[in-house]
T-cell receptor, first 115, second 113 residues
Framework: QKEVEQNSGPLSVPEGAIASLNCTYS??????FFWYRQYSGKSPELIMS????GDKEDGRFTAQLNKASQYVSLLIRDSQPSDSATYLC???????????????FGKGTKLSVKP | EPEVTQTPSHQVTQMGQEVILRCVPI?????FYWYRQILGQKVEFLVS????????KSEIFDDQFSVERPDGSNFTLKIRSTKLEDSAMYFC???????????FGNGTRLTVT
């Protein structure tokens, strides 16, 4: 059974602080890793994708991947109240026929940024 | 920016009835997916579709479910005989290339009474 685990939170940080979100996955052959943001009642929205070990930065967001430890994280710098949402970690085994899109999601970490 | 469109936004149906959820993927995309999210639970993969056939399906996607791309624009999910436990948000997604991240539609909330 392929699993993606996240701390459900809520994670509460003050405005302007760094929010750190973590995710572990069970299947060593996982190839692609994604962070999605989901506001209540809305669809997942892609924040970051990462495919190789190390850090990837995009604006206030940094994704970190460690395949040896089967660990993915997302750092949000200068957190804003508008960042308050549930953050979903997703992994895929990759492969043919679009199976890159056969995502396995974690349950998500609820982030609350207090003004 | 082009987007994935889903209709209806909310569907209420009685147990045992058939429902069809509709999606219009982004026009030049080739890979199509259905996911569902039961309230308070994980987003779960149902099925992927490429080149007019199912590429992969999950254990959830049993004989009660089917997908179709009846024309060049629509992608539908049919549930033949709905059960109470089918109540969920159903998301359609598409991508243009195998390596591309998914674009999700806004979802259809299905309520089975």
């Amino acid at each position: 059974q392929k699993e993606v685990e996240q701390n459900s939170g809520p994670l509460s940080v003050p405005e302007g602080a760094i929010a750190s979100l973590n995710c572990t996955y069970s299947d060593r052959v996982s190839q692609s890793f994604f962070w999605y943001r989901q506001y209540s009642g809305k669809s997942p929205e892609l924040i970051m994708s990462i495919y190789s070990n190390g850090d990837k930065e995009d604006g206030r967001f940094t994704a970190q991947l460690n395949k040896a430890s089967q660990y993915v994280s997302l750092l949000i710098r200068d957190s804003q109240p508008s960042d308050s949402a549930t953050y979903l970690c997703a992994v895929t085994l990759g492969g043919r026929g679009g199976s890159q899109g056969n995502l396995i999601f974690g349950k998500g970490t609820k982030l609350s940024v207090k003004p | 920016e082009p987007e994935v469109t889903q209709t209806p936004s909310h569907q209420v149906t009685q147990m045992g009835q058939e429902v069809i959820l509709r999606c219009v993927p982004i026009s030049n995309h080739l890979y199509f997916y259905w996911y569902r999210q039961i309230l308070g639970q994980k987003v779960e993969f149902l099925v992927s579709f490429y080149n007019n056939e199912i590429s992969e399906k999950s254990e959830i996607f049993d004989d009660q479910f089917s997908v179709e791309r009846p024309d060049g624009s629509n992608f539908t999910l049919k549930i033949r005989s709905t059960k109470l436990e089918d109540s969920a948000m159903y998301f359609c997604a598409s991508c243009g290339q195998e390596s591309s991240p998914l674009h999700f539609g806004n979802g259809t909330r299905l309520t089975v009474t």
